[in-house]
């Protein structure tokens, strides 16, 4: 036996080996750079951590196992997926390719193709969401549409810039401020842009505090700003619980591809208002919702695979995504400014801005900018209306974009 031969061996076998001998494995050493940054974001900086955390870890794991594998994935591997889906393919609806060929992050990923994860995801969203401000102002229903605005100028400017309908759809749909919609629909319709579009919708949301503000200033005058409104009407249990069925029943038949994300979040949103399943709707908040969001975030991680990622498509789906934050946000403020002057000026249409999808922090921000210019002011409860018929808006327009290019 040689020593050296094996020591050898050995080495060149290793990860570190690849970095040299492995074609355009720079590409992935700037991929696990990115990951770093992500945490370094998630954890330092406290940018929605919960799924940036995961995303960061799993896009560091899928580029480090492409040196493990000498140039092949070891962990993630899409063409299996493509293959198993292509009825021209040998291998379409093979299991045993899929399960002799895959990898860990293979088997996480079936959650997201199957669009299992978003699902859950919205079932604890439900469960942790009181419907209730938004059935005291039902008005405020209209503000969660206005705010959808971006969604669909987003689409026709990803169109001009040479996207396909799917994709443009995929991202236009980041203007709904809610991730686990935009995954949804990204894996339904464009897979292959999962992993930017993720990255730029989640940034997009933790960036909510540093974003929103300038634009509310831009589309209201500081007489609005200064509205106090009086407290809204105290809700029915009969109603809370009302909702949920209702709300189901008429967009599931309006749009049936709506189904798996409103049935879920309203279902979740049962749980919690009934009064007699405690137990199930505490899990759905906690035990569940955070098991899926492991798997969720590294199973989008996954997909930020070097040779897909760092491309320029890349970079325009993040600045189209920014527009089509920013242009829902004004779409929402539009609506607020249109109530104020129907209202007489009892309504503040600061609030307008929370029509985006994320919960709750659109609200709070809404609530934090009033204060500035009205110590005595309370928006919160008043914008956590338009902000939870966002969740419902941003669901709705998923599904609609889904019914035209499914």
Not at 112 to 139: C, E, H, Q, R, W
Not at 371 to 395: D, E, F, Q, W
């Amino acid at each position: 036996m040689n020593i050296f031969e094996t020591l050898k061996d050995l080495a060149m076998e290793s990860g570190f080996a690849a970095f040299f001998f492995t074609t355009g494995g720079w590409k992935n050493i700037v991929m696990i750079i990115i990951a770093f940054v992500l945490l370094y974001l998630g954890i330092v900086k406290k940018f929605e951590p919960l799924l940036l955390c995961g995303i960061a870890f799993g896009c560091l794991l899928t580029n480090l196992s492409y040196f493990i594998g000498m140039g092949e994935n070891a962990l993630y591997h899409p063409e299996l997926w493509d293959a198993f889906l292509d009825e021209a393919s040998p291998y379409y609806h093979s299991y045993g390719h899929i399960m002799s060929n895959a990898g860990l992050l293979d088997f996480f990923y079936i959650g997201v193709k199957a669009g299992i994860y978003p699902s859950l995801i919205f079932m604890g969203v439900g469960a942790m969401t009181d419907f209730g401000p938004m059935l005291a102002n039902p008005k405020s229903l209209l503000l969660g549409a206005a705010a959808q605005l971006g969604v669909f100028l987003a689409f026709f400017g990803a169109v001009l810039l040479g996207f396909t309908g799917p994709e443009a759809a995929s991202i236009g749909i980041i203007g709904g401020a809610d991730g686990p919609t935009a995954i949804y629909l990204t894996t339904k319709l464009a897979p292959q842009l999962l992993g930017p579009i993720a990255i730029a919708a989640y940034s997009y949301m933790a960036l909510i505090p540093l974003i929103q503000p300038p634009i509310m200033k831009l589309c209201t005058t500081e007489k609005m700003r200064k509205v106090k409104m009086v407290q809204s009407r105290k809700v029915s249990r009969t109603e809370k619980i009302m909702l949920p069925i209702v709300v189901s029943t008429f967009v599931i038949l309006l749009l049936p591809s709506t189904a798996p994300l409103v049935g879920c979040l309203m279902f979740g949103n049962l749980l919690r208002e009934c009064g007699v399943t405690d137990r199930l709707s505490d899990t759905a908040q906690n035990a569940l919702m955070n098991i899926v969001t492991i798997f969720l975030s590294t199973s989008v991680g996954a997909t930020m695979v070097a040779q897909n990622f760092l491309n320029i498509n890349t970079i325009k789906i993040i600045f189209l995504g920014l527009c089509a934050f920013a242009i829902s946000t004004v779409g929402g403020l539009i609506g607020g400014v249109v109530m104020y002057k129907t209202s007489g000026g009892k309504i503040n249409p600061l609030i307008g801005s929370a029509g985006v999808s994320a919960v709750p922090m659109a609200a709070r921000v809404s609530q934090d900018v009033g204060r500035r210019y009205n110590k005595t002011n309370y928006l919160l409860m008043h914008a956590m209306g338009p902000n939870v018929a966002g969740v419902i808006g941003s669901a709705i327009a998923a599904g609609f974009l889904l019914s035209v290019f499914g």
